[in-house]
């Protein structure tokens, strides 16, 4: 195949998919499973190769689902890949999977290029090949490092992707979190934004991230968060959310839904952010069934940093659309008492009773009966507290603060990076607290884009003298963009991201203008690739006209002076069994304005933002301006920006706590990472590092030769694994992880050699196979090779269990079944007489009455639920009284079974001398 002949190393598969679907069928396992020679990953349910493999693919799948990063070059190299596939015949939308087309643009974005392609075309956009086969330049599947180069690094393994080499070279990081010692101690630190305190659901393999946590939260929706971690570390290791003024919020629940739980737009610390558009909802337990969210009271728990007031006290309710028009019952508990209010079922804000006096907590309560009454969702946009704003920021990790205080101690780098999860919420600015080991003067470093679609379609559909809008773009793609139906381009489309079949979404286009113009003629350029509009509603000031385009697109209506005409498009529904096709439309023409239509966009255009106009950081009080220079075609690929400071970039900062503030441009523009520090850290020169020759290159045995030189580290770019054993002419190795995944091997300075990697557990996996073989083999002679005198066999005599056994394996047998439930086992064995003809109803009932409750529960996935659930206490405990039941039943039937054997062997021990008596007579 392409691949066996042109890879040179392993090969990734996107979009990862929790099992393999396409849209000719389903094959549970990846197709290139199939071929045995082909190394290769892909981010499934359950990828082979431990935490570190999966959170490395999860933030290759999170990079390409967010358009692409500078850096995932350089992050594909490091894991040994030298392809990437896009299967775009994979079923994502089954598994809700980024779709084919996003990852093949932003693996183009991120400096990829497509070098094979297979299958027909039609996917995405169009013009994506069945199978698209993107390039990794200089994949390396082992290399060196100079010792020199390796550093501590606090965050995460996602954290070396967001890492600029253009500032820090290619080095290898040591995780600060990471759980393999390491004798080397570098001399160099850097510290992210990365290793969040978040929780995981394992249940999914995408958006299975909750929102940040806070240093002292500790359970999610009721579970330990230790046991929610893909790799746990201690909180100092962490980046952690923080509100000021807060010392902990946290809720009874997290939603939004049934599968997403705890997810960031979620979170209750949403209720103090001073933004109406996030809000705290609690979990959703079913869908559908009366009490959709339990029948407990729902409720958000704040402790204060310090006592304080808290009235009055505002809430605004966020409310779902099919609420019955109830009041609603919320209660506030403080220091001083609990009020309870009556609300009004509405969606702004409400004065909420509290008692009045200084308390060091609030907590706001929705009563259960209101869920049951209300019938759909409750929860809370906002609680408005006297006071200053509280602010939500990040604060990053502290945990080698002790080690490079001291003056002579190389001063940290930090690297900011802004949220680009697509699940994030999203505020007006980025906050991080960071802390200062010793006072130092350091330079400032930032980067920017336009990132959020909806900005870059909003100044591409911008022109000074008219504008063009839609309800919807396809994927928000720009290349896409409404401006398009007025570049007098047929080539450049517009595709709606609303299905044709749906009548409550139909595709809107607005064509607006600064001088009133008398509009009568119009026209829509239909494109063959696009579904035709039946009719179209044409509302011009006001005024609502029905129309059927002529064939084509043409339509009148009367003469309207105004300065914008609305499109409403309506659609037949799609025909079964023939292709749907989109809604689209290469132009539209107001014969009123063409005079006013712009030509298609120029890429090589720039587009500046002066400063002041820019984007900015505050660092504590200092604020630095940034001016913005990049071109229309970066802008619609959402490259970086060019930066410039308005003012030196240096800030002097000293020894303690600091917060940087990153606000962007009022016309979108961010600032995607900002980066602080000083020589050696904040440097990309890198000592050159020791040479190296692959030899055999096996899955057990692997051979390299070293050049000459200091001590280095020899990487193999896989997951860490501790059966590899490495020895350079026969002389062991020291091995460690980096990267937070990676193999490496201590090479200590000298002439070189030759290098040895084993696999060690192969051996006695060998020597059992072997051994194995051997006992077939020998199996195998014995029942071919004929006995020489066959014997006559003993009778057999009846044979039992020893009690001893019999007794410690129903022991045993109880106590890992039941494990407390097994102090039941000596009761039930003590009234074994009595119960015997009952133990059997007993365990029908028992397992009967636990299942019964087990169907009643709301969630029967729920492992948390006290009463109603698997886990919960009745049905635990009615499960072990059966399982105990039984138990005793087989005891008694083995005590039985030995007590019958004793009697008959006592009777014909008692009727042999009769026998012989008569025998005599």
């Known amino acids: 195949s392409y691949l066996d002949a042109e890879r040179t190393g392993r090969v990734l598969v996107v979009p990862g998919l929790s099992q393999q679907q396409f849209d000719w069928g389903y094959t549970q396992q990846l197709p290139l499973q199939w071929d045995a020679d082909i190394t290769w990953a892909t981010r499934a ?47 994502f939308r089954a598994y809700g999977g980024a779709d084919p087309q996003t990852m093949a643009t932003a693996l183009t974005a991120s400096g990829l290029t497509i070098e094979a392609s297979f299958g027909e075309t039609g996917y995405g956009f169009g013009e994506l090949h069945q199978i698209e086969i993107f390039g990794v330049p200089d994949a390396r599947i082992a290399q060196t490092y100079a010792t020199s180069a390796l550093t501590w690094l606090s965050g995460d393994i996602e954290s070396v992707l967001r890492m600029p080499t253009k500032l820090f070279g290619d080095r290898p990081y040591l995780l600060t979190s990471g759980k393999v010692p390491s004798a080397l101690n570098p001399s160099q630190w850097i510290v992210t934004d990365g290793n969040q305190r978040v929780a995981t659901n394992f249940g999914r393999n995408r958006n299975n991230r909750s929102y940040v ?3 002292f939260e500790t359970q999610v929706n009721g579970v330990a968060l230790k046991g929610l971690q893909l790799r746990p570390s201690p909180v100092e290791s962490q980046t952690v959310q923080t509100l000021t003024g807060i010392h902990r919020i946290s809720a009874s629940s997290v939603g939004p839904g049934v599968v997403d739980k705890a997810m960031p737009d979620s979170q209750p610390a949403n209720v103090l952010d001073g933004n109406p558009f996030t809000s705290w909802r609690p979990n959703r337990l079913t869908i559908e069934k009366g009490d959709d969210w339990g029948t407990a009271d729902q409720w958000i728990d704040i402790e204060f940093d310090a006592p304080r007031v808290v009235d009055p006290l505002a809430i605004t309710l966020l409310l779902g659309v099919y609420g019955n028009p109830v009041s609603i019952e919320v209660s506030t508990e403080t220091d001083n008492g609990r009020v309870t209010s009556s609300l009004e079922p509405i969606n702004t804000a409400q004065p909420l009773a509290v008692a009045p006096g200084v308390t060091s907590r609030l907590r706001v309560t929705i009563s259960g009966d209101s869920y049951h009454r209300f019938n759909d969702l409750i929860g809370i946009s906002e609680l408005t507290l006297p006071g200053e704003p509280i602010l939500r920021s990040l604060r990053v990790p502290n945990d080698l603060d002790g080690q490079f205080e001291g003056a002579d101690a190389n001063t940290p780098a930090w690297v900011f990076t802004r949220e680009l999860r697509t699940d994030a919420t999203h505020g007006a600015s980025n906050i991080r607290d960071f802390a200062v080991p010793h006072s130092a003067s350091v330079d400032a470093v930032a980067t920017g884009s336009v990132n959020d679609p909806a900005d870059v379609l909003r100044i591409l559909n911008g022109i000074t003298w008219m504008s063009v809008d839609a309800d919807s773009t396809l994927f928000d793609a ?4 409404p401006r398009n139906l007025i570049d007098n381009d047929p080539s450049t489309v517009w595709i709606s991201a609303n299905p044709i079949d749906d009548p409550n979404r139909r595709p809107v286009v607005t064509v607006s203008w600064l001088e009133p113009r008398v509009v009568s003629k119009l026209r829509l350029d239909l494109d063959p690739q696009f579904a035709t509009p039946t009719s179209v509603t044409v509302t011009v000031n006001g005024e609502v006209f029905e129309r059927t385009p002529a064939a084509d697109g043409s339509f009148e209506v009367p003469d309207t002076l105004t300065v914008a005409v609305q499109f409403d498009l309506h659609y037949e529904p799609p025909v079964p069994a023939e292709p749907t096709l989109r809604a689209g439309l290469s132009g539209i023409e107001v014969a009123a304005i063409a005079d006013l239509y712009e030509p298609p966009i120029n890429r090589n ?47 002097d900062l000293v020894e303690g706590e600091h917060r940087v503030t990153m606000n962007p441009s009022p016309r979108g523009l961010t600032i995607d990472q900002f980066v602080l520090g000083n020589e050696p850290t904040l440097s990309n020169t890198i000592e050159t590092s020791r040479t190296i020759s692959l030899g055999r290159w096996g899955s057990t045995i692997r051979r390299a030769t070293i050049g000459a030189g200091d001590e280095n580290l020899f990487v193999v770019n896989e997951v860490f694994n501790r059966g590899w054993e490495a020895r350079l002419d026969g002389v062991r190795l020291d091995a460690l992880e980096i990267d937070g995944w990676r193999q490496a091997f201590v090479i200590p300075a000298g002439a070189g050699g030759e290098l040895e990697l084993t696999f060690t557990p192969n051996r006695p996996y060998q020597a059992g196979t072997a051994a194995g073989f051997g006992l077939l083999v020998l199996l195998v002679a014995l029942a071919l090779v004929p006995r020489r005198r066959p014997d006559a066999l003993a009778p057999l ?20 079944t039941t494990g407390i439930g097994a102090l039941l086992l000596p009761a039930l064995w003590l009234l074994r007489r009595r119960l015997t003809n009952l133990l059997p109803v007993i365990a029908f009932s028992a397992f009967t009455i636990a299942g019964t409750l087990l169907l009643l529960a709301p969630d029967r996935g729920d492992m948390q639920a006290r009463w109603l659930g698997p886990a919960a206490l009745p049905v635990s405990a009615l ?43």
């Open 45 to 91: 349910q359950a990828p082979l190769g431990g935490p570190g493999n999966i959170a490395y693919l999860d933030a290759i799948e999170r990079a390409l689902s967010s358009g692409g990063d500078p850096g995932l070059v350089s992050f594909l190299q490091r894991g040994g890949f030298s392809q990437v596939v896009v299967a775009a015949d994979s079923d």
């Open 213 to 215: 946590l806070g240093p």
């Open 478 to 481: 720009p290349t896409l963009a």
């Open 605 to 651: 255009a720039s587009f500046t933002l002066d400063c002041g106009r820019g984007p900015s950081v505050v660092i504590d009080s200092t604020k630095l301006d940034y001016s913005a220079t990049t071109t229309y075609g970066d802008l619609m690929d959402h490259r970086p920006a060019t930066l410039e400071p308005c003012a030196q970039p240096t800030f």
């Open 797 to 816: 005599g009846p044979g039992r269990w020893p009690m001893a056994l019999t007794g410690a394996s129903g022991v045993l047998l109880a106590i890992w």
């Open 879 to 921: 499960a072990a009284l059966a399982v105990i039941a039984v138990i005793t039943a087989f005891l008694m039937d083995g005590v039985d079974e030995s007590e019958n054997e004793f009697d008959m062997t006592a009777t014909d021990a008692n009727a042999a001398p009769h026998e012989t008596n008569s025998e005599t007579r």
